[in-house]
């Protein structure tokens, strides 16, 4: 009761600060140009901190962990992947598209290719992307919520939803930029410090459960572990165990007792307590490495599983770039070159932070192994702190691990939800402020309700679909629009869909069938490394096939893109309400030639 | 115009010292130099920008060097950090001994994934701003000479 106390205090001062903030931004949010870009007045560190912020999602702060605690060291391409991104963003993508002044992906669009069909395209991909990466926050807070208080699971995600709301409609992305700047030193202390104080702890005990981790045998309990199954599981038993059962297990047959698992596998109907005594082996959910020596090795074994790691590599890397929230931040640069400064403090604070996730997962398996059964592992960090430690430091640290979760999930979704209805409000609706409200209502309850439609598992893999489809949309218009001439509308239009359309495709295949262990499942689960080329090679064909209709500004925009800053080619968006300067619509340089300084 | 208002103001204002309010009968105020076109600034706009701007063949051209200077060095960091990160899954794949060996007491494969690609990553990114704002620099000189 005390530790839910705790959490619940910890979760409402995250809660209480982002509010105060938000509060206190709106104050100074007046024009609509407040709202989207923050008057362009943000400093490359604290815009690293708020790029930071808002992308350490409840993948990255939960789900990391929850991975490795799982399938182990082959978990680790997901936060290389994820950091990884940001480098193909500068490389690629950061300083030309800041100049080109475009603020979402619609506008880069339409300003690189001329197009209005191509615009309307982009728009429908970037509120697909949006939801799909808004859709695992919300299950997340869902997740910490009904697991640190058990309250329902639709509770967290609700409040989740109406706090970012307020949030927004407060003011806008002004106050997102500092809210999300503060967040990421929330996230970074509430994952760190615990992660040091367990880390000691672990280096303390001295029983013979520490060495376990390299043996060829399963993780074993710590201490008499009760367990109540939630959906229904087929568990591999690596060494016979004595559990008692109470529900229906092993084909249908209702127990109320002790059985013994002999070695093999056992299905276990939803509904089912199981109790297992201290020392016991921990049955672990098919599909996963059951013993600790297999855990800690890649598993390469099948062409699939070495497929299917590169996929992510692919998706990771290149999806980054797409991925709406991402790129609205970076609008807030004033310049090219700061855009490239705020990647590098990006990268520097992301690598900082995934330390210790690591170390999440790697202790998880050692003291929380009873979280392979239910398959719940995502919720490895939050239950860590308490495992291991059994008094109040444990619930102190268990409820910042809480608190930064929360953080984790306010901070993600308030960035998709200001870029998803910033796309929505100028593009679907019209843009003015009032328009903008409506938008932020509809960009944050379509997910909520698809959050109570759909159930499912591992943040991070759902994470990964979103990549993946913005690394088979956005990436190649981006890149080949960015550095190649001959790029046409039509060329562009054609690669979306053919990148766009299979994945998706391969996205509703797997969660309507739930995956499979077969080949093509594996394939399909991760399609990047197949959709990605294919998107770029579609772009490319048709491009060439219709070079005639290569826009003719197309000199002045490379111009625009990549001259350096110093010479004043960069171009701002005109946002509606009029009160920017420059940037005629001809697409002539804004105040003279000379932009000193 | 801005900078070039700035320079007039020492003059208007005497060398250094606060300027001092004219009264009635003094000597009459030292006479200024009023220049209206500062031929020093008007140099501040080189043909070769006129070029850029006015989309001249030559133009083009420096666009097109620069762009593709930019590009072969984005292509090389992105490739040589893929080419590492991927021979990774080969490696364990393809040399199972490698897969096992442990270093300080802590498998290869977790010391190789957890701890070298984020240094990797900081290093080639610095490692690219340095350049690509070499390009940009060569770019301005050349075009403001």
């Known amino acids: 009761m005390q530790h839910e106390v705790w959490a619940l205090t910890g979760i409402g001062a995250v809660a209480l600060l982002s509010f105060l903030l938000g509060f206190q931004g709106a104050r100074s949010a007046r024009t609509t140009s407040d709202f989207l870009v923050a008057r362009r007045a943000v400093k490359a560190q604290r815009n690293a901190a708020a790029i930071s912020g808002e992308y350490l999602s409840a993948a990255s702060f939960l789900g990391v962990a929850g991975l490795i605690l799982k399938d182990g060291a ?120 615990p992660a040091f104080v367990l880390f000691l702890v672990f280096l303390s005990d001295h029983s013979e459960h520490r060495a ?129 400064r705020t990647t590098q403090f990006v ?48 619930i102190a640290l268990g409820s910042i691990t809480a608190a930064g979760a929360f953080a984790a999930f306010v901070s993600t979704s308030s960035g998709l939800v200001v870029s998803v209805a910033g796309v929505l ?52 218009m981006l890149v080949l629009g960015i550095w190649w001439r001959r790029l046409t509308a039509v060329g562009a239009a054609a690669g979306l869909v053919v990148g766009g359309g299979l994945c998706l495709l391969a996205t509703v295949y797997t969660l309507a069938t739930g995956g499979h262990d077969g080949w093509l499942s594996q394939i399909l689960a ?72 | ?20 309010p004219a009264r009635p009968g003094d000597r009459p105020p030292r006479r200024v130099k009023v220049v209206l076109a500062d031929r020093r600034g008007a140099k501040r706009v080189p043909r070769t920008l006129i070029e850029l701007e006015e989309q001249t063949k030559i133009g083009e051209e420096l666009v097109k060097n620069l762009v593709n200077a930019q590009l072969r060095t984005s292509v090389l960091v992105a490739a040589t950090t893929l080419v590492v990160l991927c021979t990774f899954p080969m490696l364990f794949r393809y040399v199972p001994n490698f897969a096992d060996a442990s270093l300080f007491g802590i498998r290869l494969p977790w010391l190789l994934l957890g701890a070298v690609p984020f240094p990797l990553l900081i290093g080639a990114g610095k490692w690219y701003s340095r350049r690509a704002e070499r390009h940009e620099r060569d770019f301005i000189n050349m075009v403001e000479n």
Not at chain 1, 448 to 457: D, E, T
Not at chain 1, 553 to 564: E, F, G, K, N
Request: overall charge positive; charged content about 15%; aromatic content about 10%.
């Open chain 1, 212 to 340: 376990s981790l390299s043996q060829p045998m399963p993780p074993t309990f710590v201490e008499t572990t009760v367990v109540k199954v939630e959906t229904d599981v087929t568990l591999q038993v690596g060494n016979p165990v004595r559990v008692v059962a109470k529900g229906i297990v092993d084909n249908d047959r209702p127990v109320d007792g002790v059985l013994i698992w002999n070695v093999g596998t056992h299905k276990v109907k939803a509904g089912t307590q199981l109790t297992f005594p201290a020392g016991a082996s921990v049955p672990v959910a098919s599909g996963q490495p059951l013993f600790n020596s297999t855990w800690l090795r890649p598993q390469s074994d099948s062409w699939s599983s070495l497929f299917q790691t590169y996929s992510v590599i692919f998706a990771t890397f290149l999806g980054t770039m797409g991925l709406p929230h991402v790129l609205v931040r970076f609008y807030t640069n004033p310049d090219g070159r700061s855009a490239r």
């Open chain 1, 526 to 597: 991760q399609p990047s490394a197949i959709t990605v080329p294919l998107a770029f090679l579609t772009m490319w064909g048709v491009s060439r096939a219709t070079a005639r209709r290569v826009p003719l500004d197309v000199s002045r925009t490379m111009l625009r893109m990549h001259a350096p800053d110093r010479l004043g080619f960069i171009r701002d968006r005109d946002v509606t309400d009029g009160v920017t300067t420059g940037a005629d619509d001809d697409g002539r340089m804004r105040s003279g030639r000379h932009r000193r300084g």
């Open chain 1, 74 to 193: 082959n978990a680790l391409w997901f936060p290389i992947g994820f950091t990884a991104g940001y480098l193909a963003l500068m490389l690629f993508v950061a300083a030309p598209l800041r100049r080109s002044g475009a603020y979402t992906l619609p506008d880069f669009a339409e300003a690189r290719l001329g197009s209005s069909n191509l615009r309307q395209l982009s728009t429908v991909f970037v509120l697909v992307i949006g939801w799909l990466y808004l859709v695992p926050q919300l299950q997340g807070a869902g997740l910490t919520l009904a697991t640190v208080t058990k309250l329902p699971y639709w509770v967290g995600a609700t409040l989740v939803t109406a706090l970012v709301m307020i949030n927004v409609l407060s003011g806008g992305m002004r106050v997102v930029t500092l809210v999300q700047a503060v967040q990421y030193w929330v996230k970074l202390f509430a994952i760190s410090l």
């Open chain 1, 425 to 476: 409000s100028t593009d679907v609706l019209k843009g003015k402020v009032r328009d903008f409200r409506t938008a932020t209502l509809i960009s944050g309850l379509v997910p909520l309700a698809v959050v109570f439609a759909v159930h499912s598992s591992d943040l991070s893999r759902a994470v990964t679909m979103a990549f993946s489809l913005a690394a088979s949309t956005f990436c190649p």
């Open chain 2, 1 to 20: 115009m801005n900078d070039h208002l700035d320079r007039f103001s020492p003059e208007l204002t005497g060398a250094g010292g606060p300027p001092v």
């Open chain 1, 347 to 394: 990268l520097l604070m992301l690598s900082v932070f995934y330390v210790f996730p690591i170390i999440f997962g790697l202790l998880a398996r050692l003291y929380v192994p009873q979280l392979l059964i239910t398959g719940n592992t995502d919720a490895a960090v939050l239950l860590l702190p308490n495992a291991m430690l059994d008094n109040w430091v444990g």
